[in-house]
């Protein structure tokens, strides 16, 4: 695979939970390929990278996956609301922030500010 298959595969097999960026997946799989662990071979104009013997028994005797971590305890389902609920708010924002007056945007503003104190006082157990 090449870094950004990578990517998207730790992407995938987390659920979401984690898609690590390429400023920490480049380097590590240099750092990995310095190692003796991957060997890389360029084809057509990108780095594929394997497992060596010795990063093939490194892995194998190696703690669990970080994805496997990462998506653990993770309840898919109230996930999938916070994500739409979300997104559903920053669509609705940006309408208004495209199409509305300036009074109107100011008010939508207010209203986001507003939403995430009162996210913090949930934390803080206030009302």
Same mark, same amino acid.
């Given at each position: 695979m090449h870094g950004y298959e990578m990517i998207q595969e730790i992407a995938e097999r987390s659920g979401g939970a984690w898609?690590?960026?390429?400023?920490?997946?480049?380097?590590? !799989?240099?750092?990995?390929?310095?190692? /003796?662990?991957?060997?890389? @071979?360029?084809? =057509?104009g990108k780095k594929l990278f394997s497992l060596t013997e010795a990063g093939l028994e490194a892995a194998e005797g190696g703690p669990e996956a970080p994805w496997e971590e990462a998506s653990r305890g993770v309840d898919w389902e109230a !996930?999938?609301?916070?994500?739409?609920? /979300?997104?559903?708010?920053? @669509?609705?924002? =940006?309408?208004?922030?495209?199409?509305?007056?300036?009074?109107?945007?100011?008010?939508?503003?207010?209203?986001?500010?507003?939403?995430r104190k009162k996210l913090y006082l949930i934390l803080a157990d206030e009302d």
């Open positions: 898609k690590p960026s390429p400023g920490s997946v480049y380097p590590t !799989l240099q750092l990995l390929e310095d190692e /003796g662990l991957i060997a890389s @071979e360029s084809e =057509g !996930l999938g609301e916070i994500r739409q609920a /979300g997104f559903g708010l920053m @669509e609705a924002f =940006g309408q208004v922030w495209k199409t509305g007056s300036k009074d109107q945007r100011d008010k939508a503003l207010a209203v986001i500010n507003d939403a």
